[in-house]
């Protein structure tokens, strides 16, 4: 693939740190590669008024959540061929930068991220951000090896990691003319350069030098560099002044001299030509790109490092000298090992620059722009969608004993010490009553309507758990059973073929609308409105019912008008599980009750989620299970199940039965992809030998145990979407 326009995602010069000058260096290093290409930044705003070149097309406030989202669509509008991340936790915004994730997952278009921090651990929110972050790029670019150990270890395929060198200027100056133009001429000159924070260790540096000085009288520490701004702006010049003062205290201030400056990139390389050694003695050892030591040692600098793990690779087989952290007598020794030697200084010097080679700007471009141009074309190809199965019961039989449906199964094997549930039995029943073709319909049917008739009780609610000894665990099931065994008995009393069985759910039915009458929970709400909503289909209205559903669909648009934003138009502040029934909920009820708002509310929510569940390249990707999702933060993406599938097949498939848009029909396929194979694992839950579902998705494998709650999702599913495309826009679609 040609790529003709680039987009660079990250901080700019004038701003002064590190990424800027990154982001600077690699647009010219791109256009040095390929002069015809178009290269148009982004940058982030940090508060800081900044006099941008014209390359920048769009500036994004840090702190501001809602402007990622308009920058991607923005973003989208430059039809660039692929967008490049500069990503560092601190210069995006929320927890870890997680607003940055906002922004990609509305992109159109590939996106290359390269990670200026990799570490071997990281806090749970550095986690998330990029576990996500390696979801929504196409390739993760990182400039050393130790960088790509970390990810590979961390889960993260290896064939997704780039190793591309940090980038560095080829400066020619001759060092006896650079020392003399800075009024050094006949010193030693020992160089640090880069912004001023405490984490450089420049403490220790001045602490090495009065054994330094004793022997070597012309010698000359030059820090250069303004101090970080951020540093500044707390604490204004104290860390630079304390420095200074520490100087006069050991008696060498006449050989430590501060230039409190940002050089430019001509200034920076006539500093380095005239150093005859380059020191990083930096503290934090988790220190993974150091762009530079990268100018230092590619310009063939003798260079002394504490071992942070930049250092530890740049500066090995005897390309420089690393001492241990903090400790003064060490670099003492190595400054002077260095300073008495000369030709061991030129021989380092001479291995350096050999190294650098291909380090150089020029190389780094043509290599990110043959990145550039492989994801283009990778990208292109897509994956196999599986074909639609067809529905078998026989693993949901294999589950199910005289008492009905265990719960839980260990691989296939049910598993007794679990027991049982009414929330499966029900989700058998209405599955049996969706297939009544199988050979194992009739007897499920049965079953599960013998087991709910077990579990209501004399005052007309639903008790859940029940032992393998048949002792029933608790006086009264959740309200999502509550719910989800009256939507049961609907759909058995209005679908069962035989009609002992279907006159059964009918009288069961009627001494159990007691169950949904004082529902708290959103999601039990939502389940007893489909159930309400196909009851007055089938047998028209009827006012204590009819009630019912009115109060529940005040409290969902109650709810959402309490929570939505403009980012998260949602009813709660969270994602959690089984989402879209409450998208769901609405839009039954709407149908039922002929309710345009409530329709439209469902189906503009309903939207919403869809785009939150989307992967690369348009796949379904459920919100995992690991934990609740928040606006802002990055997305759970791992313990996925298949009931978020089947919620969502059952959402869509109502959206579509009220709008007729066959948009929500492939939707509804999207999602059970999604069980077929089309999953980052690439592993499909179904197992066609058994017939049955596995449990989930973990970051590595597939949760092998499959239970009864993700068979009858998946079976659910495929059946409902088979009858959906049969019948379209029928208008008696389940949902759980």
């Known amino acids: 693939m040609t790529i003709r326009r680039v987009l660079l995602l990250g901080n700019h010069t004038p701003r002064q740190c590190g990424i800027a000058t990154f982001t600077a260096d ?6 040095a590669a390929q002069p015809a290409l178009d290269v148009v930044v982004v940058a982030m705003d940090d508060g800081h008024v900044q006099q941008y070149p014209e390359r920048v097309a769009l500036t994004i406030p840090q702190g501001d959540p809602e402007a990622y989202q308009r920058a991607a669509e923005t973003i989208n509008d ?4 692929v967008v490049c991340v500069q990503h560092e936790f601190g210069i995006y915004g929320g927890p870890a930068g997680s607003y940055l994730l906002t922004l990609l997952r509305g992109l159109d278009v590939p996106v290359i991220t390269t990670l200026h921090t990799v570490l071997e651990t990281y806090s749970p929110e550095q986690r998330a951000v990029i576990e996500e972050l390696a979801v929504l790029s196409e390739r993760l670019v990182v400039m050393s090896a130790r960088a790509v150990d970390f990810l590979t270890a961390q889960g993260i395929p290896a064939g997704k990691i780039e190793f591309i060198h940090h980038g560095m200027p080829l400066l020619d100056f001759d060092r006896e003319e650079q020392k003399a133009e800075l009024g050094l001429a006949g010193h030693e000159v020992i160089l640090t350069f880069g912004l001023l924070s405490p984490n450089k260790g420049l403490e220790n540096a001045i602490r090495a030098l009065p054994d330094v000085v004793a022997t070597h009288t012309n010698v000359t520490y030059l820090v250069l560099g303004a101090t970080h701004p951020h540093l500044r702006e707390r604490e204004g010049e104290a860390y630079r002044e304390g420095l ?13 001299r501060f230039e409190n ?3 430019t990139l001509d200034e920076l390389g006539r500093y380095i030509a005239a150093a005859d050694i380059y020191l990083t003695p930096y503290l934090n050892r988790e220190q993974i790109t150091s762009g530079t030591l990268a100018y230092a040692l590619g310009n063939g600098k003798a260079v002394i490092s504490t071992p942070y793990w930049h250092a530890e690779e740049l500066l090995a087989d005897d390309r420089g000298v690393l001492v241990p952290f903090h400790d003064t007598p060490a670099l003492t020794a190595a400054l002077l090992g260095l300073l008495d030697d000369p030709q061991r200084r030129a021989a380092l010097e001479a291995r350096a620059r050999a190294y650098g080679q291909g380090m150089t700007w020029p190389a780094i471009g043509a290599q990110y722009l043959q990145v550039f141009a492989e994801t283009g074309r990778a990208v292109t190809l897509t994956q196999p969608l599986p074909a639609l199965p067809t529905v078998t019961l026989r693993h949901v039989a294999a589950l199910s004993d005289d008492t009905g449906v265990f719960q839980h199964a260990t691989f296939t094997l049910a598993n007794p010490h679990e027991g049982y549930t009414t929330d499966d039995n029900a989700r058998a029943l209405m599955l049996a009553a969706a297939c009544p073709d199988d050979p194992h319909a009739p007897l499920l049917a049965r079953r599960a309507l013998t087991f709910l008739h077990g579990a209501l009780d004399g005052d007309g609610y639903f008790r859940n758990f029940m032992s393998y000894d048949r002792r029933w665990l608790e006086a009264r099931g959740s309200e999502n059973a509550q719910a989800r065994a009256v939507r049961a008995l609907v759909v ?18 009627a001494h159990a609308w007691t169950a949904i009458g004082q529902l708290d929970s959103p999601r039990a709400q939502a389940l007893a409105l489909m159930a309400l909503a196909d009851q007055r289909l089938a047998g028209g209205p009827n006012p204590d019912r009819d009630d019912v559903a009115h109060r529940y669909a005040m409290n969902l648009r109650r709810l959402h008008g309490a929570h939505a934003r403009p980012d998260w138009p949602w009813f709660e502040p969270y994602l959690s599980y089984s989402n879209a029934k409450l998208s769901h909920g609405l839009l039954a009820y709407g149908r039922a009750y002929a309710a345009p708002g409530d329709i439209a509310l469902g189906l503009e929510t309903l939207a919403w989620l869809e785009g939150v569940q989307t992967g690369p390249h348009g796949t379904f990707w459920p919100v995992g299970s690991e934990r609740v999702y928040r606006s802002g933060e990055a997305r759970p993406l791992w313990d996925g199940q298949p009931i978020e599938v089947y919620a969502t097949v059952a959402a869509d498939l109502e959206a579509y039965a009220v709008t007729s848009d066959e948009r929500w ?7 059970v992809n999604w069980l077929l194979g089309v999953n980052p694992l690439r592993q499909p839950l179904l197992n066609p030998a058994s017939g049955g579902c596995r449990d989930g998705l973990h970051r590595d ?4 145990n499959e239970g009864a709650e993700s068979t009858l999702a998946l079976w659910q599913s495929v059946a409902d979407l088979r009858a959906a495309q049969l019948t379209p826009s029928a208008g008696t679609l389940t949902g759980d």
């Open 244 to 256: 200074m003062a520490l100087a006069a205290s050991l008696g060498v201030a006449e050989h430590v």
């Open 261 to 263: 400056r940002f050089a």
């Open 78 to 81: 430059l039809n660039v061929d």
């Open 26 to 31: 690699l647009a010219d290093a791109l256009l």
């Open 492 to 509: 058995a009393a209005r679908d069962l073929r035989e009609p002992g069985l279907r006159g059964a759910a009918q009288e069961l039915l």
């Open 665 to 671: 029909l492939d939707l509804a396929r999207r999602a």
């Open 701 to 704: 494998r597939l949760n092998m």
